[in-house]
Structures are given as C-alpha cells and as structure tokens.
T-cell receptor
C-alpha cells in the first residue's frame, strides 16, 4: 500500500520566517498528493493539491510542487504569519482513498 | 451551506456500550469515508463508501460497522466500545473520481472517550 512520511514536529518559527515542511511518499500506483491543514478544534481543510508531475499547487501563500522523480511534495511559504499556526498533513489520494502522514504541528511566534 | 455535519461533537461511553456516530452531507457527493485521528498516527481510514448501497473496509475496520442507505448519510456504528477506540473521528465526503482527485471535505469531528 501507499505510505507518507512527513517532517516531524513540532516546528516553531518567528513571524515572517520561511517555512518548509518536507513530505515524501511511496506508492504502488499513480496517486495525487495533497496538503491539508487543521486549525485548533476544527476538522481538516484542503490547503492545496497537485494532479500530475511537476504541478505546483498554491493557496494562501503556500506552495508545493509534485516531484515524481523524488516522490516528494514539500510545503513552502515565504513569510509565515501567526494565523498559520496549525497542524499540517501531507496525504496521498488514490481512487479517492486518502493515506495521511502523521502531521506537523506549526507554531508561529509574533 | 452546511457541508459535512457530524453529531455528536463529544461522547463518553462505557466499555461494552454501543453507539452510532452520525454523518450527513448536503453536497450530493458520491464518496464518503470515516477516519480516526490518534496522536502521532495521522488519520487512518476505517470504512468508506463509493455510493449508496456500497461500502468497503479501510485500514482499521475492526469494531466498526457502516451502512449507506442514502447518498447523504453515512453512520458509523461502534458495536461494543473498547478503550482502544478512544479517538477523534472524522467523516469526509468527495464528489468522486472524475479524472481528477478532488480532495475531501471534512466534518468538524467527534471526540469519543471510552472508559
């Protein structure tokens, strides 16, 4: 089956710092990668996705490029804000079934 | 615009009790799933459904039953609760495979404690 490995947290950054959260995966088929975000006390929200190799997903200043050759989908943001504090999950979708990484808790300090 | 609605939000059960977690979506989505979220383990798929009348097991199905009699509803039943089922449960729906992975819409979760 598929598996997802993402950078373990927690990660603490100062406001306006650069963010990278690494995500790599192993898959038997041709999955699509996603990033989900979970704010405190809430469910998961779709942050961004990619559907084919070298696709770049972007949303709310976050970006991730689907690299098939390295089986990676790293999440980046150039300047984080306090409101970005949340848990971030990398996931693979194949036949509409999701396989999740363990999540990375991000805390941004003013 | 309700999206995916889960009830209850919180529940405490005694070992051996049974209960049903409710999930409803108003987006006419074909695909619905149940996940459990445990610390350090991400979310794991319990059961899923690709349409009314069709269900299948996910990664951790033991101790849980589902049915899908309508497109809108996908209840999760705990047959005989155990402390190992203490978790946060999320229901999610998607419009299904149409050439592009659409991603799921998640409910706000049910926090279940089994004592």
């Amino acid at each position: 089956g598929n598996s997802v490995t993402q950078m373990e947290g927690p990660v603490t950054l100062s406001e306006e710092a650069f963010l990278t959260i690494n995500c790599t995966y192993t898959a038997t088929g041709y999955p699509s990668p996603f990033w989900y975000v979970q704010y405190p006390g809430e469910g998961l929200q779709l942050l961004l996705k990619a559907t084919k190799a070298d696709d770049k997903g972007s949303n709310k200043g976050f970006e991730a490029t689907y690299r098939k050759e390295t089986t990676s989908f790293h999440l980046e943001k150039g300047s984080v804000q306090v409101s970005d504090s949340a848990v971030y999950f990398c996931a693979l979708s194949e036949n509409e079934k999701l396989t999740f990484g363990t999540g990375t808790r991000l805390t941004i300090i003013p | 615009n309700a999206g995916v609605t889960q009830t209850p939000k919180f529940q405490v059960l005694k070992t051996g009790q049974s209960m049903t977690l409710q999930c409803a979506q108003d987006m006419n989505h074909e695909y619905m799933s149940w996940y459990r979220q445990d610390p350090g383990m991400g979310l794991r798929l319990i059961h899923y459904s690709v349409g009314a009348g069709i269900t299948d097991q996910g990664e951790v199905p033991n101790g849980y039953n589902v049915s899908r009699s309508t497109t809108e509803d996908f209840p999760l039943r705990l047959l005989s609760a155990a402390p190992s089922q203490t978790s946060v449960y999320f229901c999610a729906s998607s419009y299904g495979l149409k050439g592009e992975a659409a991603g799921y819409t998640f409910g706000s979760g049910t926090r279940l404690t089994v004592v």
